[in-house]
Every structure is written in structure tokens, then in C-alpha cells.
């Protein structure tokens, strides 16, 4: 898996708490290792993020992305962290 992360992700990135920031590269392991583990409850979006999914980075926190080609993981493309409500 070939992982990115578009200009939009770092400088949500870069403004999160070191410890979230510290959780999202335990996530990423994980998510290299098993897309779908549980614990990361990998999902599709809707409306206006139709196209896209979100895995958990912490209780509040979620990692937006897309992969390419769709559904086979082999490129993904980090494009930003929100937090829950931010996101619905």
C-alpha cells in the first residue's frame, strides 16, 4: 500500500495535539497492516464526501482519505483530520 498526504492534511495535521498526532501514526500502522480492523471502523462517507472514507484516529478524531483504484488499497490518499462533528 502506497500511502499520501495532500497539502489540505498536513496543516490540519500539523495543528493537532502531539498525542493525536501520536495516535493517527499507531492508526496508519494498523491501517497498512488491515484496512478493516475494527478498531480503526473503516466507512464510507456521504453527500458532499461521497467517494471517500474515514477510519478513527481516536473517540473524536477521524483521517478522510481516498484510495485508488477504488476498494483495492494499493494507493491511498490522506486528505485531511477532523473531528466527528466536524465531519456530520
Known amino acids: 500500500m502506497i500511502i ?3 497539502k489540505q492534511f498536513s496543516k490540519s495535521f500539523n495543528k493537532l495535539d502531539s ?3 501520536l495516535k493517527f501514526w499507531e492508526r496508519v ?4 497492516t488491515n484496512p478493516f480492523d475494527p478498531i480503526l ?4 462517507l456521504v ?6 472514507r ?3 484516529v481516536n473517540w473524536d478524531f477521524r483521517a ?10 494499493e494507493f ?12 456530520y
Open 76 to 87: 491511498v490518499e490522506f486528505i485531511n483530520v477532523w473531528t466527528h462533528s466536524e465531519l
Open 64 to 73: 478522510i482519505f481516498k484510495e485508488y483504484p477504488n476498494w483495492t488499497y
Open 19 to 21: 498525542n493525536i498526532r
Open 47 to 52: 453527500w458532499k464526501l461521497k467517494w471517500k
Open 4 to 6: 499520501k498526504y495532500v
Open 29 to 32: 500502522f494498523l491501517f497498512k
Open 41 to 44: 471502523n473503516n466507512h464510507a
Open 54 to 56: 474515514s477510519i478513527n
